[in-house]
């Protein structure tokens, strides 16, 4: 091929998939969660959730500091969550069977990475452009200085935040590629290098300037002393924090990006390049003549594919329903059923583990029990929830259950066995409030029994696919776990031994999930009729 074939076929490859991976509910979802990280960055004056302080102090929403907060928060967001926007760029083509068109054309290998890295970062980099768009936006409305200087607005998104996003572009291409990575446990295992990223990525000598923070953070404070002296609290933080009293503002004009810390953001990017094409050492291009799913290919390759988003939908063959059974017996085979499908092929290993924490929930302290082992039951089967909703779809059985004589039946069946494995999961919590009569507690574990399988059907069904709970949930739980009582859902964050979230807030909820999905489906259900 020549440079200019090259060139139009890498470009051409690239746009096809950029554009079908924008189409995605997923997208919307994050894109949204970013935008009101956004906001959070920027809060109101008076407001009592930030993302950058120093200490009791903030700086004035001029247009430097708005642009370095959101780009700070926008580079801490997006690479947790935007890595499960793009991760399954070449396992949808394994499904669509257009990876083995692929492998059948001459594209090099290197060429079909190189595509796959650019729509993924461009995915990303697309998010980034909306959360900029929303600094400018919350400049204005914020009104503290509408003063704006695009290049201290914009400059921080391309410097500080796009490089971290090559990183998290390539990183999603590689776990592809890596067949322990390529499921469920590549997205648990992002989620914590993403946490370890962020915590350590915020220091000055983090490598390759890791989020940008350290430079910034350096001349936040000069500015803070300048203003005030050295008196009060000047620590540096960057993440969801709740505060008692709202931030004192300071003026701060911004700062110069360093030789030194432009050079390392290359450094990033070229090592983000180097990451993205390292699988065309192993990469089988959707080939199944070049060995197994080691080589890239999807473990129900031989399965019939679904018909790819850009394909007219065919025919779809409408089998005749039969005459629905009444009674509580029925209910309860078909309960069974859905939980025999829900936790089908998962293995020994995972039960040992779920055994070990129920162990250490019957035999630890009343405090270690609600504080550590009730979070631990409650994320150990994230990947397992996450089926919820979606399983009909990603195994191509939705037109077999579609047949099914009450679907809203067989969808509070699927409801039915979440709330079955949450509560067998939890059972030691449960029993150990029990017997303590720590009765707040008990009806905060309800509120988590009923919330945690309705979100995850929720989203199964609207989004249809596993990965958006997935997304949703992990920052969820974490922030539970950082002790943010306000999205407590299962009463681990305790004051005075009693829990200090909103309890009757979550059965709520749930329940209003809950009806939100049965419309979701019976709309969807009508489109498709």
């Not at 090259?6 to 746009?15: C, V, Y």
């Not at 247009?63 to 926008?74: D, E, H, I, K, R």
């Not at 990183?167 to 469920?184: D, H, K, N, S, Y």
Request: aromatic share 8%.
């Amino acid at each position: 091929m020549t440079a200019l074939r090259l060139l139009r076929t890498l470009a051409g490859l690239t746009a096809g998939d950029f554009k079908d991976r924008v189409r995605r509910p997923v997208h919307l979802v994050v894109l949204l969660a970013a935008v009101g990280l956004g906001c959070l960055a920027v809060p109101p004056a008076d407001g009592r959730w930030v993302i950058l302080a120093l200490g009791e102090y903030r700086g004035t929403y001029t247009s430097a500091y708005v642009g370095v907060a959101t780009a700070l928060a926008g580079g801490l967001w997006l690479t947790l969550g935007g890595f499960y926007v793009v991760r399954k760029g070449l396992a949808r083509d394994e499904e669509t069977r257009v990876g083995q068109i692929l492998a059948a054309t001459p594209a090099r290998t290197v060429l079909l990475l190189a595509a796959k890295f650019l729509s993924n970062f461009l995915v990303l980099a697309s998010m980034l452009g909306v959360l900029a768009v929303t600094a400018l936006a919350l400049q204005l409305v914020r009104g503290e200085d509408r003063g704006v200087d695009p290049v201290a607005l914009f400059q921080p998104f391309l410097v500080m935040a796009l490089p971290l996003l090559a990183l998290t572009a390539a990183a999603a291409l590689l776990f592809e590629t890596v067949p322990v990575l390529r499921g469920g446990l590549g997205n648990a295992a992002w989620f914590c290098v993403a946490l370890v990223v962020g915590i350590k990525g915020q220091s000055a000598d983090a490598p390759f300037g890791g989020f940008g923070a350290g430079p910034a953070a350096g001349s936040l404070r000069a500015a803070l002393s300048e203003e005030f002296g050295k008196a009060g609290d000047h620590t540096f933080s960057l993440g969801l924090t709740q505060i008692p009293e709202p931030l004192t503002p300071f003026r701060w004009d911004g700062f110069t990006f360093g030789g030194d810390f432009l050079v390392s953001r290359l450094l990033l990017v070229a090592a983000a390049v180097a990451l993205a094409l390292l699988p065309a050492l192993w990469f089988g291009r959707h080939d199944p003549t070049r060995g197994g799913p080691a080589d890239g290919a999807s473990p129900a390759a031989d399965a019939p594919a679904p018909v790819p988003a850009y394909a007219p939908p065919p025919a779809v063959l409408t089998l005749p329903r039969t005459a629905a059974e009444r009674g509580g017996r029925t209910f309860g085979r078909l309960l069974a059923g859905e939980v025999r499908i829900l936790v089908g092929g998962v293995s020994p290993w995972w039960w040992a583990v779920a055994a070990a924490l129920t162990v250490a929930g019957l035999t630890l302290p009343l405090d270690a029990v609600t504080g550590l082992v009730l979070p631990a039951v409650w994320i150990w089967p994230v990947l397992v929830w996450s089926r919820l909703g979606s399983l009909p779809v990603e195994h191509g059985l939705e037109g077999l259950l579609g047949a099914y004589p009450a679907p809203r039946r067989r969808l509070l069946a699927a409801w039915g066995s979440g709330v079955v494995l949450t509560a067998v999961l939890g059972v030691a919590p449960l029993l150990r409030m029990a017997f303590a009569a720590d009765l707040p507690g008990l009806a905060a574990w309800l509120g988590g029994l009923l919330f945690i399988p309705s979100l995850a059907l929720l989203l199964g069904v609207v989004c249809r696919t596993h990965r958006v709970f997935q997304v949703v949930y992990l920052p969820l739980w974490y922030l539970v776990v950082n002790q943010v009582a306000a999205l407590d859902f299962m009463g681990a964050v305790r004051e005075a031994g009693v829990p200090a979230g909103p309890t009757p807030l979550f059965p709520l909820l749930a329940l209003l999930l809950l009806g939100a999905t049965f419309l979701a489906a019976g709309t969807r259900r009508g489109l498709t009729t």
